[in-house]
């Protein structure tokens, strides 16, 4: 019985964060056209709220395309495992209760996220193209680096709580939030959020005037759709993490997802109106200033619990 209390849980959690998608694309397409001084989707339906769904059976039914020499089964299955991925996120969030058995979440959550560059391996060499691999190579480059210090800044705040479980952030902030002491540690961690998922001003691997869609391009149909969920699902659960570690939501989950919403349009609102960096500035700006700093921190914490320890 409580595998199957289990088993739906996920099973609804996976159907509410896909809906969640759809509306999402919806708000990023509407945000856009006003910042652009124009409607956005307003007919299909009712005022054009059904414009993702339409969009998304669109796609499903166009022809899929299979490039030559390619890897049959690497090219079907590998977006599929990617959105796999992208849900696995979702696991440690405390839906009904029955994921606070998770004590490790971070931990598996680092896993994932270091899952998903292997992902993108297989979805740009399976389709055996040179554009692909080039942007492939962009994509994965920024996004192992970032990792590095996404994960150096999530470990500073684990020692903060001295636990892996995503909801003693909640506990100990019931009394002081660590965005007020911490906001060096935010603003970084949120600058590695936008280039670990791709987004605006660091969309490198899919600069239209340079690379055409990059490490996906050979992609359409169904496999193109798994992508695109896969990134955007990526973005919802980054604010859902960011919110809860800097100002403990979890328990509150009316007020989590009004912030997780904020996060949304935040990340809509940057795309619609900075310019894409240079690469070379994106790989300045991880390796010689957000990396030396959070290996600082760090090390000073570290420090802290060692000192901490012996007295």
Not at 96 to 124: A, E, T
Not at 132 to 139: A, D, E, K, T, Y
Not at 235 to 258: H, P, R, T, V
């Amino acid at each position: 019985m409580l595998m199957l209390l289990i088993f739906i849980n996920f099973l609804f959690l996976f159907l509410m964060v896909l809906m969640s998608v759809a509306f999402f694309i919806l708000l990023e397409r509407k945000v856009l056209g006003y910042i652009q001084l124009r409607k956005g989707p307003n007919k299909f339906l009712l005022k054009g709220i059904f414009q993702s769904m339409g969009d998304g059976l669109k796609l499903f039914f166009k022809e899929v395309n299979y490039p030559n020499n390619m890897n049959f089964f690497l090219f079907l299955f590998s977006p599929i495992l990617g959105l796999l991925i992208s849900v696995f996120f979702w696991f440690i969030y405390p839906y009904i209760g029955l994921n606070f058995l998770m004590s490790f979440g971070l931990i598996f959550m680092f896993c994932c996220s270091s899952f998903m560059v292997y992902i993108f391996l297989l979805i740009s060499w399976s389709s055996n193209s040179n554009y692909s691999v080039l942007g492939m190579i962009r994509f994965i480059s920024q996004m192992i680096s970032y990792e590095v210090s996404m994960m150096i800044i999530i470990i500073n705040l684990m020692f903060l709580i001295n636990s892996f479980n995503l909801n003693d952030f909640y506990i100990y902030q019931i009394n002081i939030k660590f965005f007020f002491f911490c906001f060096l540690l935010f603003f970084m961690l949120f600058i590695s959020f936008l280039a670990e998922m791709n987004r605006s001003p660091f969309d490198f691997s899919e600069g239209e005037s340079e690379l055409v869609s990059g490490f996906n391009i050979e992609f359409s149909s169904f496999s193109f759709v798994f992508i695109f969920m896969s990134e955007y699902m990526s973005i919802m659960f980054m604010g859902m993490l960011i919110f809860e570690m800097f100002f403990g939501l979890m328990m509150s989950k009316f007020y989590l997802n009004i912030f997780i919403l904020f996060f949304m349009f935040l990340v809509i609102w940057l795309r619609g109106f900075l310019p894409r960096f240079r690469y070379d500035k994106l790989m300045y700006l991880i390796w010689k200033l957000i990396l030396p700093l959070s290996l600082f921190l760090f090390i000073f914490n570290f420090s802290i619990q060692l000192f901490n320890l012996y007295h």
